[in-house]
């Protein structure tokens, strides 16, 4: 609901002796939180910033991992180290999100603690470390079980390609393997792995949700949560 839309009445019951510029910054468009008395609008703002951050974060992360380790078990297939992924593979999809979060919350934060007990710090130029060192945790637990996804998919395709006509033309004209991979090879299985990229940063913004929730970041999922739990329903033109 807009501030312009509303009567004069309607303005002074919902946000008395304000402005027009105060009254439309209280009651924004998608209402005015109950809890917070601000608009949902600026609440919006101010969160998503920090869902961003955590799920470009977790991006890097699960692309920096599952690449190379994909690669790595379709160039030695059938080997320990091949067996080993293939089972974590399939292990890490199969446990909710939240159980790896309160495990990395207990060990690596309580137990031994390396990390911070969740929050957050705003992002600064001068000293980005603080902001790094609160993300850095649930970026990891948001990425894994992304990463296994994407591993199979990366081996997957390296297996099919390894296997093509031109990189056995490739090796039998003597080039190194390095080069046959890393030239011929990944140029092709990157073509089909790069159309998921977009689909996957779409949930890894939806599944910080919950991540959000247990390590206690001021992000989209920890409003949504809060607002769930306290019925913190927007209030529109026609409240009382």
């Given at each position: 609901v807009c501030s312009s839309d509303l009567s004069a009445e309607e303005k002074a019951r919902l946000c008395p002796g304000a402005t027009e510029a105060e009254c439309k910054e209280l009651i924004g468009r998608f209402g005015r939180s109950?809890?917070?008395?601000?608009?949902?609008?600026?609440?919006?703002?101010?969160?998503?910033?920090?869902?961003?951050?955590?799920?470009?974060?977790?991006?890097?992360?699960?692309?920096?991992?599952?690449?190379?380790?994909?690669?790595?078990?379709?160039?030695?297939?059938?080997?320990?180290?091949?067996?080993?992924?293939?089972?974590?593979?399939?292990?890490?999809?199969?446990?909710?999100?939240?159980?790896?979060?309160?495990?990395?919350?207990?060990?690596?934060?309580?137990?031994?603690?390396?990390?911070?007990?969740?929050?957050?710090?705003?992002?600064?130029?001068?000293?980005?470390?603080?902001?790094?060192?609160?993300?850095?945790?649930?970026?990891?637990?948001?990425?894994?079980?992304?990463?296994?996804?994407y591993v199979r998919l990366m081996r997957s395709q390296m297996l099919d390609v390894m296997g093509e006509d031109y990189i056995r033309t490739a090796r039998a004209k003597g080039l190194p393997e390095w080069r046959v991979v890393a030239k011929h090879a990944m140029a092709n299985v990157m073509i089909p792995v790069v159309t998921v990229i977009g689909i996957i940063l779409s949930v890894l913004i939806s599944g910080s949700v919950v991540i959000e929730s247990v390590f206690s970041i001021p992000g989209i999922g920890s409003l949504l949560g809060n607002a769930i739990l306290r019925r913190d329903y927007t209030i529109d033109r026609k409240s009382t």
């Open positions: 109950f809890e917070k008395n601000r608009s949902v609008d600026a609440l919006i703002r101010e969160a998503f910033p920090v869902t961003l951050s955590l799920s470009l974060l977790a991006a890097v992360i699960w692309l920096a991992v599952s690449i190379p380790v994909g690669v790595l078990s379709a160039l030695r297939p059938r080997s320990i180290g091949d067996r080993i992924t293939t089972v974590l593979v399939l292990i890490a999809p199969s446990l909710p999100v939240y159980y790896f979060g309160l495990l990395a919350l207990y060990f690596l934060a309580y137990k031994i603690p390396i990390f911070p007990l969740g929050g957050y710090e705003s992002f600064s130029l001068s000293n980005p470390w603080p902001w790094f060192s609160h993300l850095i945790l649930p970026a990891m637990v948001l990425a894994l079980q992304f990463a296994a996804l």
